[in-house]
């Protein structure tokens, strides 16, 4: 089957395990994480200041979203532009979403200077993706489709033949199945129900 270009993304399989860069005495802990919204973000970062409070900085930078993409970068108390953003740039660098890097710095009694902070933020972010695994997924729209029973055998034909993955379903006399559908095969997905009297089609919006 014809896909489009574009209905991809990459992000992470798995929490990657902690790396740690050192710099003059200062050691910057590094960890990578696949998430889906900011609340899980804030918890992640909060577990991180727990399990290193002689950390004097936890800096960060996240990605989410798939077609509109949101982000940001936070140097918790560093100089400015010198921890978040050399942490996403990161993150751009290996075109991930739906992903955080964070590094927890504990100083060593040396001052690094602005240039060196950015080095040491980026190596550490670097070393934390590098240890994680990056996979590639395929960017899906999920359907809710209701029907009566006779039509049952035309409608999951039709599903098999689109290779939809089933999500939910309700077999009644009035039937309900949800189902996610590569993107780029939605439109066909639709037109290929159209014929069917009585099946209707609902796309399910993201949250």
């Known amino acids: 089957m014809d896909h489009k270009p574009g209905d991809t993304y990459k992000t992470l399989r798995a929490p990657s395990p902690e790396v740690l860069f050192k710099d003059r005495k200062s050691k910057f802990f590094g960890y990578a994480f696949p998430v889906r ?36 970068a936070n140097d918790d108390g560093e100089p400015n532009n010198s921890a978040g953003m050399p942490i996403y740039g990161q993150i751009r660098s290996y075109d991930l979403t739906n992903v955080l890097i964070a590094v927890a710095r504990i100083y060593g009694g040396t001052k690094l200077g602005v240039g060196g902070l950015i080095q040491a933020y980026k190596t550490a972010a670097q070393q934390a993706l590098d240890a994680a695994t990056i996979i590639e997924k395929v960017v899906m729209k999920d359907f809710r489709l209701k029907f009566e029973y006779p039509e049952m055998d035309k409608v999951m034909r039709t599903i098999s033949q689109v290779e939809a993955e089933i999500l939910s379903q309700e077999m009644e006399m009035d039937c309900t199945i949800e189902v996610a559908i590569r993107e780029s095969d939605g439109e066909r997905f639709i037109a290929l129900m159209k014929p069917f009297i009585g099946v209707e089609v609902t796309e399910i919006e993201a949250d």
Do not use: F, M, P, S
């Not at 577990?47 to 993409?69: D, E, F």
């Open 37 to 72: 919204t900011e609340e899980e973000i804030k918890d992640i970062i909060e577990n991180i200041r727990q399990n290193h409070k002689a950390a004097g900085h936890v800096c960060y930078a996240w990605r989410l979203g798939i077609r509109k993409k949101k982000h940001r």
